[in-house]
């Protein structure tokens, strides 16, 4: 038998790992198994990690790449689970580990809660397991020397690794290269690690974890004082806080939450909530940001609060930033104290004025350039900027707030490829995945005024016509001319040469590198600017903000990933008619001569061979999305591409299959497709509807937008929006009236959220899809029960059902409902 990385005290540098993290009873435990480890091994090894005695029943769930727990059972699962890892390149297979097995197959394990499969739901302990040893991230106060290397644990947070058995002490660097096996009997410290008799102990526990999340922030309750702290070990608190106060004093004492009146919610995000709150002391009002810490559990996640902590501080001294106040922390969150701004969005007031005058825009985008170039002086890229995040204060100046995206310490000529940002403002470059810098705030900026003297965005029509992609032909229609002629000197001077063949047509520029003394902001004086403009000093950032991981549909998969077996089309398939012949590609038969058909519903079409299979008209050839297969045919003299649907993977590839009457999409079709998650079932409906079609794909989490962007580069007739469908009003200017909603969403006000799209986008008369899962929505009641539910709330909606038909031969708790929407008339007044 191989033996397992982790057991082993030799590894073989050329063997392919799979970091393995397995969640049980509130740790996380991380390893490294071999690819070609199997399910009898994985299962010794997780019974041995998690110190579950052998004749345990155990039972394992991975997350797949929709965010859905799968049973692994068998090789074959296992396999699938490590061909999927693979696939999308993550930082390893999630496990969840049960000490018990379900009743029947598909229920859940008793104790199971499927909260905790979302991301945030439950904070754990971080252990990584090399060679029996579990070690864990420590903060080390005084002195602390490395079991391996012998050299001092240094630096600021969680310096090194600690074994919570044999307390050996590490750097993160050689945790891995240990070479003796634990042995929770030998001395607690060992002989190289012992500190000075006179030193403190070596190691700091904060409360209420001794290692978790506090790193920039001092801890302090919010009623200690100052002499207080002392007790605590001020000097470990200062070498934390990176040389800042960290909090504001008042008379002798740390400002904390008893402080403040907290007055009410004005915000809400994925990371953190905003409230309103009241300084005792002087009833000065203020915004409160507070994030949970068990949101903020990864090193990344702590950089960007820390980040953000630094940015506001720094945007304290200039008039058109958000500054910081205070900040501290209690046992559980973080609180940031900044200025309150109460004169709303920028959003809010295009959604009431649809259209900004020309002064308006110009003084607003002249504070907005001031408080961009003031962020590039101290070296730091913005990457946000969009409507929402400028604010207007009660004299009608702008602020910029929201600083989660900003990168810091860029120098004069630095570059990043960093693939972050929103996407209505993403400069090209970003897109192409090439190196940028501080250019890319000046086209955000560029897009933003575009937003408030046209009321839509300049990128609301995608067409295959490079002449409609220049910007004679973004301002033509839009513009007045003398509005005209002044965004276009201005946007001169911010459009890269090297954005796209036929955006720039006038010819080098020098790049995005913002204004030069020349623009239109000449009479816009006494905002303090030194005029000089606006360097191009380089640099984006190395991280996007990530939402969180929701519930996602829970698709279908076969064991192997591979083929698809016959029920062919399902009802009414047709069969005997002539069709295309070709040589088999890419796993359909090489060589063997298929046979391919329409199928009933226009735009799907059959492939006859050993294994019959439903594929889509490949409307990138050459490309694959997900992995699938493909296959040419011969039509005539020319060759057409096809792509696999795979029903395992997709609900509506499996409803086809389970033979649905209608699906309303088809060639020149426009779709909304709510929760599109990496773009795997988006890509198909995109080779339905053709280039003559529309699919706006909506998705809320950071990370599967990513790969959805990546699909809709080549995919033109693909739109991808990166926001909650439970705001539609916030991609309203994006997304024009739709012919069809498809919905997988699988939340539990999954219909609301349908419904609300349906309200501000689908044509009276639309269709709609809806797949639903039933756990999703309440895993305590009967399948039948939640799909009537569901039911009786679309006819609430004027969603009026026409088709329920439940996905029996793949997972008994899914069912896909097609219906109709028609809207109540307006009464007349």
């Not at 999927?84 to 580990?97: A, F, M, N, P, Q």
């Not at 409507?387 to 989660?404: A, P, Q, R």
């Not at 389970?658 to 995109?686: C, N, R």
Request: glycine share 12%; net charge neutral.
């Amino acid at each position: 038998m191989p033996m397992s990385p982790s057991n082993g005290s030799i590894m073989d540098l050329d063997t392919e790992l799979v970091k393995i993290k397995a969640h049980y009873c509130g740790d996380m435990l991380i390893t490294d198994l071999a690819l070609t480890v199997t399910f009898v091994e994985l299962c010794e090894e997780v019974r041995t990690m998690c110190s579950v005695a052998k004749q345990q029943p155990i039972t394992l769930k991975w997350i797949d790449d929709e965010g859905d727990p799968c049973t692994i059972s068998s090789q074959m699962e296992l396999e699938e689970a490590f061909r999927i890892y693979h696939r999308t390149k993550k930082s390893g297979l999630l496990l969840h580990v049960f000490p018990s097995i379900p009743e029947r197959p598909g229920m859940a394990c008793p104790g199971e809660d499927k909260s905790i499969y979302r991301r945030g739901a439950r904070r754990w302990r971080k252990l990584y397991r090399v060679n029996g040893h579990l070690f864990q991230a420590k903060r080390f106060n005084r002195k602390a020397y490395c079991g391996h290397c012998s050299e001092r644990i240094w630096g600021l947070g969680r310096q090194g690794y600690k074994c919570i058995n044999c307390k050996l002490l590490v750097h993160k660097r050689c945790h891995r290269l240990i070479p003796q096996t634990c042995q929770r009997l030998m001395d607690p410290v060992m002989p190289s690690q012992e500190p000075p008799s006179d030193a403190k102990s070596e190691e700091v526990d904060l409360p209420p974890d001794d290692t978790e999340d506090t790193d920039g922030i001092p801890f302090l309750p919010h009623n200690c004082t100052v002499d207080k702290t002392e007790d605590a070990d001020t000097e470990d608190i200062k070498a934390v806080v990176d040389g800042i106060d960290g909090i504001k004093l008042s008379q002798g004492l740390a400002l904390g939450l008893g402080d403040f009146d907290l007055i009410r919610v004005i915000g809400r995000g994925s990371y953190a909530k905003v409230l309103l709150v009241r300084l005792k002391k002087n009833e000065q009002v203020y915004a409160m940001k507070v994030v949970k810490k068990e949101l903020v559990h990864d090193d990344e996640d702590i950089d960007w609060v820390q980040t953000e902590k630094h940015v506001f501080e720094q945007a304290s001294t200039n008039p058109f930033l958000v500054g910081l106040h205070s900040c501290f922390q209690t046992e559980s969150r973080l609180f940031l104290v900044i200025e309150y701004v109460n004169g709303g969005d920028l959003m809010f007031h295009m959604q009431r004025q649809r259209k900004l005058p020309e002064e308006h825009a110009r003084f607003y985008a002249a504070e907005i350039c001031i408080a961009l170039n003031f962020l590039h002086e101290k070296g730091i890229i913005y990457r946000d900027l969009k409507l929402d995040n400028v604010l207007l204060d009660h004299e009608g100046h702008i602020k910029l707030t929201d600083y989660g995206m900003c990168k810091e310490g860029i120098r004069p000529g630095d570059t990043t490829s960093t693939f972050c940002g929103t996407p209505n403002y993403i400069a090209p470059e970003i897109l192409r995945g090439e190196d940028y810098g501080f250019s890319v705030d000046w086209w955000a900026l560029g897009v933003l005024m575009f937003e408030m003297m046209a009321g839509r965005s300049p990128f609301d029509i995608i067409t295959d016509n490079p002449d409609m992609n220049t910007e004679e032909y973004l301002f033509q229609e839009s513009l007045e001319p003398q509005k005209k002629k002044h965004t276009d000197q201005l946007l001169q001077h911010f459009t890269a040469d090297n954005m796209r063949p036929g955006f720039s047509p006038r010819g080098d520029r020098g790049g995005r590198g913002g204004s030069r003394g020349r623009g239109g902001f000449g009479d816009r004086g006494g905002f303090g600017s030194r005029g000089g403009g606006f360097g191009d000093r380089g640099g984006f950032g190395d991280r996007g903000r990530g939402g969180f991981r929701g519930g996602r549909g829970g698709g279908f998969r076969s064991p192997e990933g591979g083929g698809f077996r016959g029920r062919g089309g399902g009802r009414g398939t047709p069969r005997g008619r002539g069709g295309p012949r070709g040589g088999g590609r890419g796993g359909f038969g090489a060589g063997r001569k298929v046979l391919v058909e329409p199928h009933r519903h226009e735009g799907v079409f059959i492939c006859r061979g050993k294994e019959d299979a439903l594929v889509t008209k490949n409307m990138v050839v050459g490309e694959s999305v997900y992995g699938e297969k493909r296959m040419s045919v011969e039509e005539g003299e020319t060759k057409i591409e096809y792509r696999a649907w795979n029903p395992f993977r997709s609900k509506l590839a499996a409803a086809i299959l389970g033979g649905v009457d209608q699906i309303h999409i088809k060639p020149g079709t426009k779709v909304m497709y709510l929760g599109a998650a990496s773009g795997t079932t988006v890509s198909h409906v995109s080779d339905i509807v053709g280039p003559e079609g529309l699919v706006y794909a909506v998705e809320f989490s950071h990370r599967s937008g990513r790969d959805l962007l990546n699909v809709a580069k080549k995919r033109t007739n693909i739109i991808p929006i990166i926001e909650d469908a439970r705001h539609p009003h916030k991609y309203r200017m994006l997304v024009g009236m739709v012919d069809v909603i498809f919905a997988d969403v699988a939340q539990p006000d999954q219909t609301r959220i349908v419904a609300l799209n349906a309200h501000n986008f689908l044509k009276n008369g639309g269709h709609f899809v809806i797949s639903i899962k039933a756990n999703c929505i309440d895993s305590t009641a009967a399948p039948e029960a939640v799909f009537a539910s569901e039911v009786k709330k679309m006819s609430s909606e004027n969603m009026k059902p026409q088709e329920q038909l439940t996905l029996e031969p793949y997972e008994r708790d899914h069912a896909v409902v097609v219906g109709i929407y028609r809207p109540a008339p307006k009464q007349k007044k």
